[in-house]
């Protein structure tokens, strides 16, 4: 089974002139075979610019929670631009907005950015001044955007170079970052009690943060042992740390509010973007009233010309609407779980270790392993060479997961049981090649 894609490749090399590697972000690029170039996105499906469509699991990268071109969130952003779109001035929609987010998710204050790097790195400048303190804890194989501090022991970092777990080593994801920052920045293993416990008890008069995606949305999905995620927040309220959850992600997507209702543990700023916005860019730091007190002029800068504008709030009020009035997580939640069970049985059938990770909303299918990771060094004990077969027989057959095993399955509202069906199938007839031998050979991407 091979995919025409003429049209799709001739318009990779054209973007590939002017476009470093033809993508926006790094993320995107596969390789030059295999990047696709898309031209068109309905409910659950996707279309490349030869016409071949795709039921899509990628939903780009999470924020799709609704459907790709979801009516109620387009008919609203094209109904309020019409009277503009920027202003320098508060709008209703951001007031509107402003109320949705604490009554959904229990933040006391919030301030509008526009991608979820701009978020984590304000709440990181808000935790700083907070507290009179520099540095901050993150875990080994989270991501939480493209600023400088949080660019170490990512989910993008090989196998083999973090060093002992008793002493982590701190490991630059990018070339172009200062090397004294990482002074900083403490890396801790995911889920590691005795080595959180160590270092905030050795190291907390400097330890301004801890920032945490509840569950690991980078790095295949691995779940907070239980006591996990509350012995953060103890450690936080007895060391005067800040706590920052990391609902890039999880944020209106595992629950309407979030990991914190999810895991029944409180932040004290949550930064959120993806499922607020059902694509459109727009993202968001709550917080306690008490520590987001320090935003004001003269005290902490936080501030864009784009922050709150009129597409971003339009869009996000849609979504958070529709979550609010329709069963969009119950369905979701329902759908998603009938998904991994399936992928879950089809792979036990077929004699090939696996393990499932993470929720029906968002979940990664880990070949080779045994047991749940609880780490991202476990993540990294992952067949990634094999997943990535599996997933070139899945696409295919006109299914699209990432074809990297660290990026969850994410779904939306617009999949619904006939589209689980049908992707059970897929799924079903791609193990079979794969088992068989009959799959064609890929050369494995970084
Ligand atoms: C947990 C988390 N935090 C932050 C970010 C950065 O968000 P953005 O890509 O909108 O800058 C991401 C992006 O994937 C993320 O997954």
Redesign the pocket.
């Known amino acids: 089974m091979t995919r025409e894609l003429k049209r799709t490749q001739e318009l990779f090399q054209q973007a590939k002139q002017h476009i470093p590697f033809g993508v926006n972000?790094n993320?995107r690029y596969w390789s030059d075979d295999t990047t696709l170039v898309v031209t068109r996105g309905e409910g659950p499906y996707i279309w490349d610019a030869d016409g071949n469509r795709y039921i899509d699991y990628r939903l780009g990268?999470?924020p799709i929670i609704l459907g790709h071109a979801y009516p109620a969130v387009i008919d609203r952003v094209s109904r309020e631009i019409r009277n503009g779109t920027i202003f320098a001035w508060t709008t209703p929609l951001e007031i509107e907005l402003a109320e949705r987010i604490v009554r959904l998710t229990g933040v006391e204050k919030v301030r509008l950015t526009?991608?979820?790097?701009?978020?984590?790195m304000h709440a990181l400048r808000i935790a700083r001044a907070y507290t009179d303190r520099d540095a901050f804890i993150k875990f080994e194989g989270?991501?939480?955007?493209?600023h400088d501090y949080?660019l170490f022991s990512t989910a993008s970092t090989p196998r083999g170079v973090l060093g002992a777990r008793k002493s982590p080593i701190n490991v630059q994801t990018s070339s172009g970052i200062p090397e004294d920052i990482q002074q900083y920045v403490y890396n801790v293993p995911y889920n590691d009690f005795r080595m959180l416990e160590k270092t905030v008890r050795e190291s907390w008069t400097e330890l301004a943060a801890i920032i945490v995606?509840p569950i690991m949305?980078?790095a295949g999905a691995v779940m907070p042992k239980p006591g996990w995620l509350e012995l953060i927040r103890e450690l936080c309220d007895k060391y005067e740390i800040v706590l920052i959850f990391?609902?890039?992600?999880?944020g209106f997507r595992i629950a309407r509010g979030g990991a914190q209702e999810y895991f029944g543990v409180k932040a004290d700023l949550v930064?959120y973007?993806?499922a607020l916005g059902n694509g459109f860019?727009v993202?968001a730091i709550g917080g306690t009233e008490e520590i987001m007190s320090v935003v004001r002029p003269g005290q902490v800068a936080l501030g864009g010309t784009y922050s709150g504008n009129v597409v971003a709030t339009a869009a996000a009020n849609a979504t958070l609407d529709t979550l609010e009035k329709e069963p969009v997580l119950e369905t979701i939640m329902a759908n998603g779980r009938k998904l991994m069970d399936g992928i879950d049985e089809i792979l036990t059938r077929a004699g090939i270790p696996h393990v499932i990770s993470g929720v029906p909303s968002m979940f990664a299918v880990l070949l080779g392993l045994e047991h749940q990771p609880e780490d991202f060094r476990d993540y990294q004990d992952s067949d990634a060479y094999l997943y990535q077969q599996l997933v070139f027989q899945l696409i295919d057959r006109g299914v699209m997961p990432d074809i990297d095993d660290r990026e969850p399955w994410f779904l939306s509202y617009s999949h619904d049981e006939r589209i689980i069906d049908e992707t059970l199938d897929a799924f079903e007839s791609a193990v079979n090649a794969l088992v068989k031998g009959e799959v064609t050979y890929h050369a494995p991407i970084a």
């Open positions: 972000s993320f990268f999470g526009n991608t979820g790097t701009e978020a984590t989270q991501y939480h955007g493209m949080v995606e949305g980078n990391d609902e890039v992600k999880t930064t973007a993806k860019p993202a």
